[in-house]
């Protein structure tokens, strides 16, 4: 078998296929979490109020991480779906019509 015949094979590291997570969640969805629960801890400017924030942070960071572990790109997706709601409709049938392409879709 001669060197030209065989396939090339280009190896693929693994962290140039992974999704971006931190602390095991979306990184963005997380960094929008902190900088909610700063911004409620600091306008609240009392202990209970710091509290509060931390409770909603650990929460959200646990339903962030439930959500990643189910499918690490499931907030673009469901972003995908809202913006091409109008182009899939829910039900169609033999004699339904068929939607209009919206102008701006490509």
Not at 18 to 40: H, Y
Not at 52 to 81: C, E, F, N, T
Request: glycine fraction near 6%.
């Amino acid at each position: 078998m001669d060197h030209a015949d065989k396939p090339r094979e280009i190896a693929i590291h693994q962290s140039a296929n992974r999704p971006n997570l931190l602390l095991g969640a979306d990184r963005e969805l997380v960094l929008v979490t902190v900088m909610v629960s700063g911004g409620l801890a600091f306008s609240l400017a009392c202990w209970w109020g710091v509290g509060v924030a931390a409770a909603l942070w650990v929460g959200s960071i646990a339903a962030l991480q439930r959500m990643a572990k189910a499918d690490p790109l499931l907030r673009r997706v469901y972003l995908r779906h809202i913006r091409y709601a109008a182009f899939y409709p829910a039900k169609s049938g033999l004699r339904s019509p068929s939607p209009e392409t919206p102008a701006n879709w490509r």
